[in-house]
């Protein structure tokens, strides 16, 4: 916490663990106890961390950085999927102040460097009816992998900031940027709205005005990524001209 100069993210506790199954498990659990915003927990290492719709996150020891903070937003549950854009936007910026990495969003909120994946963004939500109780944002970013380091079915598609500059990051250091970034975009979107972050997300976007491939369990489509609603859904353009709308927790998205 030294050095942290935020007001509210990892200002009241911090769960910090060696090995953990998953910091978005004990996150959530600790949102379900009725923790204050900004708790944060963070890991060394995660023997079952998990990214979007329950994906595995390949989480090595010592070498990224895996965070999850809980999160009371008073906002519709419909809007969270905003929060991980929210959160994009902000840790590409914090990387690319600490590290000089520029890093390019794929919709919804995967930061890519040179088309590899760097970071991963996900965000589990617990709400009641038209309120949110709580939501867990999660990051794993990584930061110091090699190449062997990650399992080889991942070799071709993720790269680590240290991959990227050569020089080892200072894990503390980062961690402290992305909460001090993410405070304030997250700030700047309560009291704003999504607009002021939806333009910076769309300049930094590298899925966007390109022809994409999506597909949920069951679907796929293949179109034009033609713009991002005020909900932070894709409007992709078919090729028989129609528009499809695709809410982010459903699909994953392919640049083709
Ligand atoms: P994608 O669109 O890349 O399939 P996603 O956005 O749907 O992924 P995420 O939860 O963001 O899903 O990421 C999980 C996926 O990312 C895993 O299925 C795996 O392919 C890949 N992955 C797992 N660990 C890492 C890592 N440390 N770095 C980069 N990629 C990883």
């Not at 937003?73 to 590409?92: C, G, H, I, R």
Request: hydrophobic fraction near 40%.
């Amino acid at each position: 916490r030294e050095g942290l100069s935020t007001r509210i993210m990892g200002q009241n506790k911090i769960f910090y663990y060696s090995t953990i199954s998953s910091t978005n498990k004990i996150a959530q659990e600790e949102g379900q106890r009725g923790c204050a915003e900004g708790t944060l927990v963070v890991a060394e290492e995660q023997t079952g961390g998990r990214g979007r719709l329950g994906r595995v996150w390949s989480s090595p020891r010592y070498k990224g950085i895996f965070l999850s903070l809980v999160l009371r937003p008073l906002v519709n549950p419909a809007q969270v999927a905003q929060v991980t854009m929210v959160a994009s936007v902000a840790l590409a910026m914090a990387i690319r102040t600490e590290t000089g990495v520029v890093a390019g969003i794929k919709w919804p909120n995967d930061l890519l460097a040179h088309g590899k994946k760097v970071c991963g963004i996900s965000a589990d939500l617990n709400a009641e009816m038209d309120r949110v109780n709580y939501l867990v944002l999660g990051a794993g970013i990584n930061a110091n992998q090699q190449p062997e380091d990650f399992p080889v079915e991942l070799r071709d598609t993720a790269t680590s900031l240290k991959i990227e500059t050569g020089r080892r990051v200072d894990r503390a250091k980062l961690t402290r940027a992305c909460l001090e970034s993410f405070e304030h975009w997250y700030t700047l979107w309560l009291d704003g709205g999504f607009g002021t972050v939806l333009s910076s997300w769309k300049e930094m976007s590298v899925s966007l005005n390109c022809p994409v491939r999506i597909h949920t369990l069951n679907k796929s489509w293949e179109g034009w990524a033609e713009d991002i609603d005020v909900d932070g859904a894709l409007l992709l353009r078919l090729p028989n001209g129609e528009m499809q709308r695709l809410v982010s927790g459903e699909v994953s998205l392919r640049l083709t």
